[in-house]
């Protein structure tokens, strides 16, 4: 019995699935966390935390400066 038409109905079974499998796998993709976002950062990511604390006024310009020069060597 032929349940798919002329018998090549697996060929839309197959296809479905991977449809359906690649749609799954690109949703976790959009999903996760990239670039170790989730605390681990690039090797700019401290200065940029610094530049940012400065900014907002949480660290005056003598203590970004030290830090900085910390940071670079």
């Given at each position: 019995m032929m349940w798919w038409g002329s018998g090549?109905?697996?060929?839309w079974m197959v296809l479905t699935w991977v449809i359906v499998i690649g749609?799954?796998?690109w949703v976790v993709a959009r999903l996760?966390?990239?670039n170790g976002a989730q605390g681990r950062g690039g090797p700019?990511?401290?200065r940029?935390?610094?530049d940012e604390?400065?900014?907002r006024g949480e660290i005056d310009e003598d203590e970004?400066?030290?830090?900085?020069k910390e940071l670079e060597t």
């Amino acid at each position: 019995m032929m349940w798919w038409g002329s018998g090549q109905g697996w060929i839309w079974m197959v296809l479905t699935w991977v449809i359906v499998i690649g749609l799954v796998v690109w949703v976790v993709a959009r999903l996760a966390p990239r670039n170790g976002a989730q605390g681990r950062g690039g090797p700019g990511a401290a200065r940029h935390i610094l530049d940012e604390r400065f900014a907002r006024g949480e660290i005056d310009e003598d203590e970004y400066r030290r830090r900085r020069k910390e940071l670079e060597t």
